[in-house]
């Protein structure tokens, strides 16, 4: 049996404009030829932008983790980056430090990438710490730092953003 490999998506499809069409009259506007025609025209304009933007996102941030298939997590970018969460790439090493009682600590980590956390709307990354065995598949990376403050519905704070701590600091990138 030959597997044929398959090409990425290089241009889009009627598909893209015509499911915005279809938002449109699903919320009860007619829809006319020329404007389908111009918006599938926008979209095929917009779309080499697009695969670049995703490409450089996917090859600089993304986690390059084996992971296994029930844990499987669509790598996405719902939103811009910061510039400071653009300064985050994968392996840029940082530092945590802090001061307990006369003793000053802290800690190198090395980011293995950032992944969006649905339930909380915030990038989080996938951490290494200096030292430890390097993780290899998703399931090993059990230290994370949410990049944003993330609050609960009810208001009250649940994570604090790793770039508001004081003893914060990118070593490389």
């Not at 059990?142 to 701590?165: P, T």
Request: charged share 35%; hydrophobic share 35%.
């Amino acid at each position: 049996m030959v597997i044929k490999e398959r090409k990425a998506l290089q241009e889009p499809t009627s598909v893209q404009a015509q499911s915005v069409a279809d938002k449109y009259e699903s919320l009860g506007y007619r829809v006319v030829k020329d404007y389908k025609d111009m918006l599938e025209k926008k979209v095929k304009e917009a779309f080499p932008d697009l695969l670049s933007r995703l490409d450089h996102l996917t090859r600089h941030y993304a986690p390059q983790l084996e992971v296994a298939w029930d844990q499987l997590k669509e790598i996405v970018w719902p939103r811009e980056l910061t510039p400071e969460e653009k300064r985050l790439t994968r392996g840029t090493k940082i530092k945590f430090s802090g001061t307990k009682g006369r003793k000053t600590w802290f800690e190198v980590h090395t980011i293995l990438g950032m992944i969006w956390d649905d339930t909380l709307q915030e990038h989080f990354a996938l951490l290494w710490e200096e030292g430890e065995k390097e993780p290899k598949n998703l399931q090993d990376c059990d230290v994370n730092a949410y990049l944003g403050d993330v609050y609960l519905e009810n208001g009250e704070q649940f994570k604090v953003s790793s770039f508001k701590f004081d003893d914060f600091e990118i070593l490389d990138a």
